[in-house]
């Protein structure tokens, strides 16, 4: 697998590795993440969230892990298929705030067969 | 399973004139979104709309901007008079509630403001 630990705008990983995308969000006060996937031409697409009150959650092939401390998520996506090439966006809201998503930087994520 | 649409895909202008981007939210959601994404660059929030009324907005969202729900199924967004670097691709999106009630995407408008 390959790992980053800071936010890189691209990551290229080999069919079937572990990949891990970074995130640092902006606001303390931010109480809920999201993973959206966007493919080229289409919009965002939710892939996982989580609430402040978690530090990890998992789906099918993917994890989000949150780390409050440092301000910081990732998303871990096993076994990385070419179905997966896509540009990945956290994004975050705080309740208290209203209903904006603010959106991080992306990061393109390349699976070569 | 039900998805957002928008229209048209492409929208090419010319500095100066009016633009309506129109969407179609999820039926049984009840807020409303406009984002946007210059080319290259992160999703910005526009704006949100519940119960026929704006319910926040962002900076960028300033008086050119407007949003309306005409009727029971559109809900649009006009910029009145486009200046170049309104080009970008505007997202519409819609949820069920407020956060984290999942805001669900649509496919995205291009605006090529010339």
């Known amino acids: 697998g390959e790992s980053v630990g800071l936010h890189l705008p691209t990551l290229s990983v080999q069919e079937g590795d572990n990949s891990i995308i970074n995130c640092a969000y902006s606001n303390s006060a931010s109480d809920y993440f999201i993973w959206y996937k966007q493919e080229s031409g289409k919009g965002p697409q939710f892939i996982i969230d989580?609430?402040?009150?978690?530090d990890k959650r998992q789906g099918q092939r993917v994890t989000v892990l949150l780390n409050k401390t440092v301000k910081h998520l990732s998303l871990q996506i096993a076994a990385t298929q070419p179905g997966d090439s896509a540009v990945y966006f956290c994004?975050?809201?705080?309740?208290?705030?209203?209903?904006?998503?603010?959106f991080g930087k992306g990061t393109t994520l390349s699976v070569s067969s | 399973e039900p998805e957002v649409t928008q229209t048209p895909s492409h929208q090419v202008t010319q500095m100066g004139q009016e633009v309506i981007l129109r969407c179609v939210p999820i039926s049984n959601h009840l807020y409303f979104y406009w984002y946007r994404q210059i080319l290259g660059q992160k999703v910005e929030f526009l704006v949100s709309?519940?119960?026929?009324?704006?319910?926040?907005k962002s900076e960028i969202f300033d008086d050119q901007f407007s949003v309306e729900r005409p009727d029971g199924s559109n809900f649009t967004l006009k910029i009145r008079s486009t200046k170049l670097e309104d080009s970008a691709m505007y997202f519409c999106?819609?949820?069920?509630?407020?956060?984290?009630?999942?805001?669900?995407f649509g496919p995205g408008t291009r605006l090529t403001v010339t």
């Open positions: 999106a819609s949820s069920q509630g407020l956060p984290p009630y999942e805001q669900y």
């Open positions: 709309f519940y119960n026929n009324e704006i319910s926040e």
């Open positions: 989580i609430r402040s009150n978690m």
């Open positions: 994004a975050e809201n705080a309740y208290q705030a209203g209903t904006a998503l603010i």
